[in-house]
């Protein structure tokens, strides 16, 4: 059984950091590239972050860039997010995602057809 396990949400305040972990089982995690998902209240899933089946291609969607920092640790069967800066924008339910192939499209938009299985999220609020 596939499972995604995310930790790490809180409350911060503006400026501050969290840093976000998915552990993965049921899947072999290295034949897979995975994502970061958020959504925001009232509002739909927005694409965050995505990272190739070795960490060998990365990508953020624009207002993240600079900010954010995805990787994995394959040997752990462990996706990351490092999220520095925050910002009350960044306020979100965060969802770690099993892509459905070895490498990301490149699409820079959540098509949920390029994933099969999502966690059951976790709570980041920005807030002082």
């Known amino acids: 059984e596939v499972q995604l396990v995310e930790s790490g949400g809180g409350l911060v305040q503006p400026g501050g950091s969290l840093r976000l972990s998915c552990a993965a089982s049921?899947?072999?995690?290295?034949?897979?590239?995975m994502s970061w998902l958020r959504q925001a209240p009232g509002k739909g899933l927005e694409w965050v972050s995505a990272?190739?089946?070795?960490?060998?291609?990365?990508y953020y969607a624009e207002a993240m860039k600079g900010r954010f920092t995805i990787s994995r640790d394959n040997a752990k069967n462990t996706l990351y997010l490092q999220m520095n800066a925050l910002k009350s924008e960044d306020t979100a339910v965060y969802y770690c995602?099993?892509?459905?192939?070895?490498?990301?499209?490149?699409?820079?938009?959540?098509?949920?057809?390029?994933?099969?299985?999502w966690g059951q999220g976790t709570q980041v609020t920005v807030s002082s």
């Open positions: 995602a099993k892509g459905v192939g070895k490498s990301y499209s490149g699409s820079y938009y959540y098509f949920e057809e390029e994933y099969d299985y």
């Open positions: 990272i190739n089946w070795n960490g060998g291609s990365i």
């Open positions: 049921g899947f072999t995690f290295d034949d897979y590239f």
